[in-house]
């Protein structure tokens, strides 16, 4: 490597991290504003609203060819489209039973597990061990607050955003710019409208209603996702892990700004130890990353 191409690296590197930084914030304070919207339109309306609108922001903007996509392009397209779908759903349902701090801080023991199995190392089982004590911690600090079925959608939620890390690894090696991210929203959106109008009804003839719906898309998803995917071609996955860890702590702060939601001291370490769990799985994980299955899931090393 050239002494004039490393600067150009590292500073690509940094500028990568701030993509993932801005799309983390815009999504804390879209979910905080979509929560507001439950009385009226249901958490699956929101979701149908939020793919729905992020989709055609997305065809206007990448205007995606139809034509010229290989099979493989199109299954991972057409992966990434479901599990938008639904992890989006399993994260507004748990949103309706649960603080939103807490909901971020169970969903990301999915990237935390992914990082677990990637990294397949006797360190990377004691991060796991971490998290699961601040789970604990969690449910300790006020347990009539904690649901069964909040914590269930909150773990499916986990369950699909390690499936969403590895297909939009996939979609960002197979499509060029966002046209795979367009297609897959795309589909997403159209498995969302069934139970979307279903929850929604007669509130998605409201104007006003569906205008702060398209606002929340924009928040939600079209910024986090295009920015996440753009970032995803420049970081390494453990930094890019590392970088989610601080999905909880950034829920907590919105959660308690925008909704009044507080947390006990003992849920505050909990939402901690998650966090200092998941970037030290996927710190570790980048040392010996022993990578032979995942090596078709996740972009190379740049």
Known sequence: MSAA???????????????????????????????????????????MLRLVFSTLILLAIARPALRGHSPRAWR???????????MNSFYYLALRELPLGVTVTIEVLGPLALAVVAARTRTSWVWAGLALVGIVALGGGGWDRLTVAGVLFALGAAASWAGYILSSARVGRDFDRLDGLALAMAFGALLSLP?????????LLRIELV?????????SSTIPYALEL??????????????MSLGPALACVAGFVL??????LLEIAGVALVVVASAGAVWAGRVERAEPDLATDVPPTP
């Open 5 to 47: 191409s490393a600067p150009a690296a590292g500073t690509a590197g940094v500028g990568a991290v701030g993509l993932v930084a801005i799309g983390l914030i815009c999504q804390q304070v879209g979910s905080s504003a979509a929560i507001m919207l439950f009385p009226e339109v249901g958490p699956l309306g929101m979701v």
């Open 76 to 86: 991972s397209a057409l992966m990434l489209g479901g599990v938008l779908a639904l």
């Open 195 to 203: 139970s979307g109008i279903a929850d929604a009804g007669g509130a």
């Open 211 to 219: 205008a702060l719906g398209a606002a929340v898309a924009v928040l």
């Open 230 to 243: 753009v970032a995803l071609r420049r970081l390494t996955p453990a930094v890019f892990g590392i970088l």
């Open 259 to 264: 909704l009044g939601q507080r947390l006990s």
